[in-house]
C-alpha cells in the first residue's frame, strides 16, 4: 500500500461514514449572528473537499467565484451548493455541484466520508463532503459561475503557520474568521473555517 493510500485510509477513519441528521432548527448556532432572526428554515447545502491526487502530493481543490455573481461575487469557495431534490444526498450535491462548476467527473472521485454540519450566518447548513479524486483531465471553470480554479498543496493546509486571522466588520460589530493566502488567493470566512476544521481533523486521533 502507497503512503497515499495510507493516509486516505487512516483519514477516512476520522470522518463520518454518512451525512450526519440535520439539527433541529432551534438548535442550530451561525458563526455570525445576523442582524435580524431568520424568517425561514434553514437551506440545506453541500461542499466538496476533493483531495487530488499529484505526483507531487495531494492537494485541495478550491475555485474563485465569478465577479458577476450576486452573492460571494470574487470569493474562494469550495465547489457546492444548495441540496437539490433530485440528489440523493448531500454526496450526490458536492459531486453534482464540482460537476457543474469546474468539470469534476464523478466518476474520478470515491467519497470517502462526512464532516459536521457546518451553519452560517446566511442560514445556510453546510455539509462537508470528502473525497479521494483521480482525475483523468483539467478542471475547467464554468464561466458563469466560476472565475478560476486553483489547488493547494494539503501540506500547506495541515501546517499551523498557514493560517492568520480575518476581521470583517458587519453592523459595526467585527467578526474573525481564519484566513490562509496561497498565490495570491486568499481564503477567508466560512471556507477558510472549514479548511481549518478539515486540517484539525486529519491531525486528530481517529474517532473511536
Known sequence: MSSDDIFIERLSARLLPAPPPLPPADSLVPDWAPERPFARPPVPAAVLIALIRRPEGFTVLYTERSPDLRSHSGQVAFPGGKVDAGDNDVGATALREANEEVGLEAGDARIMGFMPTYF???????????????PRGPFVP???????????????????????????????????????????????????????RFRDLVLSEPVP
Open 120 to 134: 452560517t450566518g446566511t442560514n445556510y447548513l453546510i455539509t462537508p463532503v470528502v473525497a479521494d479524486v483521480t
Open 142 to 196: 464554468n464561466p458563469g459561475e466560476v472565475h478560476s480554479v486553483f489547488e493547494v498543496p494539503l501540506e500547506r493546509i495541515l501546517a499551523s503557520n498557514a493560517y492568520g486571522q480575518a476581521r470583517i466588520q458587519r453592523n459595526g460589530v467585527e467578526h474573525r474568521t481564519w484566513q490562509i493566502d496561497h498565490d495570491g488567493h486568499r481564503i477567508w470566512g466560512i471556507t477558510a473555517n472549514l479548511t481549518r
